[in-house]
């Protein structure tokens, strides 16, 4: 598969089959998203995978925490309310709404919410770190580093999902991936292989206009 190609087929897929990732597999692509380019050379992120056995607990356990309406979610990047983001922004938001009604049916809120709450059957979790005083220039980094991997990935024919939902529980997270104190948990994506029969995965979101997103200086 071609760059061009690889780039424009990749979307966030919403619920996975149960087939597993090879664990080599894994290692693999962490390995590639290590030649993205790092602020000084500073290499800053660090990747903790959840499979099996462990991705298990921490399914259960997330399942649980939101199913509990007392449950308070603590992600290291709180979630910011769309009526605070730029107009542009709120546009685009608005028509993703409006594109998922159509692409998966009106029950998609609900279908969404019964994929969130188990982790969208993820085979595989790769939760990112950075140091607990990390500078801006290292979340950079680590967006570029996710990008690469969920590239590598497709690649592999692997689908992914970058997600609020993975870490919007943080401090339990911690305890059940054993993070150590000095970093702090950021992100999370989800591996696997998309399940063609769900309704969650039509969903495909649209993108701006270049022209509405370029400004030439000749």
């Keep these: 598969m071609d760059f061009k190609t690889t780039i424009q087929t990749r979307h966030a897929t919403r619920w996975f089959t149960d087939q597993q990732i090879p664990p080599v597999l894994l ?3 962490v390995k590639l998203a290590q030649g993205t380019p790092s602020w000084v050379n500073s290499q800053p992120v ?4 959840a499979t099996g056995k462990k991705l298990a607990e921490i399914r259960a356990q997330h399942t649980k925490l939101s199913q ?3 449950a308070k979610t603590d992600p290291s ?3 910011r309310p769309s009526n605070e983001w730029d107009e542009a922004a709120q546009a685009n938001m608005q028509n993703w709404m409006e594109n998922d009604a159509s692409q ?3 029950d998609w809120p609900k279908l969404a919410a019964q994929a969130s709450g188990q982790l969208f059957n993820a085979q595989a979790i790769v939760y990112l770190t950075l140091a607990k005083d990390y500078s801006n220039w290292s979340l950079v980094d680590l967006g570029a580093f996710s990008q690469s991997l969920m590239l590598a990935a497709s690649v592999e024919e692997i689908d992914s999902l970058p997600a609020y939902e993975f870490t919007k529980f943080n401090q339990p997270l911690r305890e059940a991936l054993n ?3 000095d970093q702090e948990l950021i992100y999370g994506i989800g591996l696997g292989y998309a399940d063609q029969t769900a309704a969650i995965n039509k969903i495909k979101a649209s993108r701006m206009d270049p022209t509405d ?4 200086l000749d």
Excluded: H, K, N, S
Excluded at 46 to 49: F, G, K, L, T, V
Excluded at 213 to 216: A, E, G, N, R, Y
């Design 77 to 79: 990047i709180p979630l």
């Design 213 to 216: 997103v370029i400004t030439f």
């Design 46 to 49: 660090r990747a903790y995978i």
């Design 104 to 106: 998966a049916g009106e």
């Design 179 to 181: 993070i150590p104190a």
């Design 68 to 70: 509990d309406p007392d």
């Design 27 to 29: 290692q693999d692509l």
